[in-house]
């Protein structure tokens, strides 16, 4: 899915109507491949950064928009849908840093200092 997202985001020039599909997806094996995603792409967004090199020609207010609510939604449904997959309690809480500001996330004594394995 960490694959899938950007190019169905980017071909239809947002993110939002791909995140409702996921959103409604309640099923085992789409909590597994929010998971993964989230691994894979936490340090990214933790810098506030899209997870993504952008194919398309998004501006940067644009891409920044995007990162925005691809966070917000990752604050608001991924913690319970992580827990239900056993994710490491670092990478729960990192999703949890993600709805604060940049700069107290790293103020948090529970910070990622590193990719999880």
Do not use: N, Q
Request: net charge negative; glycine share 4%; proline share 7%.
């Amino acid at each position: 899915m960490h694959e899938l997202l950007p190019l169905c985001a980017e071909a239809s020039a947002g993110i939002g109507p791909w995140l409702s599909v996921w959103e409604d997806l309640r099923h085992p094996v789409a909590d597994r491949h929010l998971t993964d995603t989230v691994d894979r792409w936490e340090w990214d967004l933790l810098e506030d950064a899209l997870p993504w090199r952008s194919w398309f020609v998004w501006s940067e207010e644009e891409a920044e928009d995007v990162r925005t609510e691809l966070t917000a939604w990752l604050v608001r449904e991924a913690p319970a849908r992580l827990r239900a997959t056993g994710a490491p309690a670092e990478l729960r809480h990192a999703v949890g840093l993600l709805g604060l500001a940049h700069a107290d996330r790293w103020d948090d004594p529970h910070a990622p200092r590193h990719r999880y394995a």
